[in-house]
């Protein structure tokens, strides 16, 4: 089955890092970029960036350049998205999201993950 | 303040048309593709239309897109309860950033 599911929820403190992992499955995992996107309570979808599976580049939206990495793991066709020194207004839903060249649609979505960044 | 603009609402009743339109400018909207996806309420987004005016497999040709200059719109024709959702769209922008619209919330009174 053609899927990405991503882990579980996150309670993180302000100023910790936290780590989202999405595991493909039914395609090549090398052949589509993978996306992080992510959408705060009540509020819109927001870009985070992109990695390519085949040889790890990455882009990074401005905003978050310096405190988003992606990676990805293909023996285990997984990929992650740290984001650290988190504050409170990084409490959202974290999805990730494919796409065939890395500036195509996103046509696969994950489930999305609630991190919730709270004292 | 997102590039894309949206209404952030827009309504109709079952059967009937509604448009929604996403402006932009040259460094986005004017020169790449755009693509619309649907949210329905708790669920994560799904691709409605790609390239500006082609729907995925399984989309109904009840959903259309279109661009001129640089906005682009949406259009849903014989309306459904099932089409209340929010929409949005999104692009490349110059900048090699996925933009996204801020989002259309559709009512089906």
């Known amino acids: 089955q053609v899927q990405l599911v991503q882990s579980g929820a996150e309670v993180k403190k302000p100023g910790a890092s936290v780590t989202v992992s999405c595991r493909t499955s039914g395609f090549a995992f090398t052949h589509y970029f993978m996306h992080w996107v992510r959408q705060a309570p009540g509020q819109g979808l927001e870009w985070m960036g992109w990695i390519n599976p085949l040889t790890g580049a990455t882009n990074y939206a401005q905003k978050f350049q310096g405190r988003v990495t992606l990676t990805r793991d293909t023996s285990i066709s997984t990929d992650y998205m740290e984001l650290s020194s988190l504050k409170s207004d990084d409490t959202a839903v974290y999805y990730c999201a494919r796409d065939e060249l890395g500036f195509d649609p996103l046509d696969l979505w994950g489930q999305g993950i609630l991190v919730t960044v709270s004292s | 303040q997102s590039l894309l603009t949206q209404p952030p609402s827009v309504s109709a009743a079952p059967g009937q048309t509604v448009t929604i339109s996403c402006s932009g400018s040259s460094s986005n909207i004017g020169n790449n593709y755009v693509s619309w996806y649907q949210q329905l309420p708790e669920t994560a987004p799904k691709l409605l239309i790609y390239?500006?005016?082609k729907r995925p497999s399984g989309i109904p040709d009840r959903f259309s897109g279109s661009r001129s200059g640089t906005s682009a719109t949406l259009v849903i024709t014989g309306l459904q309860t099932g089409d209340e959702a929010d929409y949005y769209c999104g692009t490349w922008d110059s900048s090699l950033s996925l933009l996204f619209g801020g989002g259309t919330k559709l009512t089906v009174l």
């Open positions: 390239e500006t005016n």
